[in-house]
């Protein structure tokens, strides 16, 4: 069976699976933190934990069409990269909010990056084959 989009469609799942990992983080970080459900903010360690999470969340419906609209008209490999890229973004993201504020600027730098990329990649291929 031939698959139009692998790279793109491997990545899909790559972006579910960080975002099923920070989902677990801050299940850990709940019971780490005695922070019982339904409650959303507990100490400082479990907010920044939770604010990763919910980051990545809002990330979610910007990455994905970017990356789907990358995949389809730029390159579908290069898409897979960039999704590459961007889950490295997002883990590092967490893993140095966790310690910090100040320490989540390179992985949310990295993932934006990734994101603007793939978005400004296709709009720009998209905008240049209307005016040639």
Same mark, same amino acid.
């Given at each position: 069976m031939d698959f139009p989009y692998p790279f793109a469609t491997l990545a899909t799942g790559l972006v579910i699976l960080i975002y099923n990992w920070t989902s =677990?983080? /801050?299940?850990?970080?709940?019971? !780490?933190?005695? /922070?019982?459900?339904?409650?959303?903010?507990g100490p400082d360690a479990f907010n920044r934990i939770w604010r990763a999470h919910q980051n990545t969340l809002e990330a979610l419906p910007q990455f994905l069409p970017a !990356? +789907? =609209?990358?995949a389809v008209i730029v390159s579908d490999i +290069?898409?897979? #990269? !960039?999704a590459l890229v961007w889950a490295i973004g997002r883990v590092l993201y967490l893993k140095g909010y966790a310690v910090a504020p100040a320490k989540r600027s390179t992985g949310f730098s990295i993932a934006m990056l990734a994101n603007a990329i793939? !978005?400004?990649?296709a709009m720009? #291929? #998209?905008? +240049?084959q209307l005016i040639a």
């Open positions: =677990m983080e /801050v299940g850990k970080a709940r019971k !780490l933190h005695g /922070v019982d459900y339904p409650n959303t903010h !990356l +789907w =609209m990358f +290069w898409a897979g #990269v !960039l793939a !978005l400004f990649g720009g #291929v #998209v905008i +240049w």
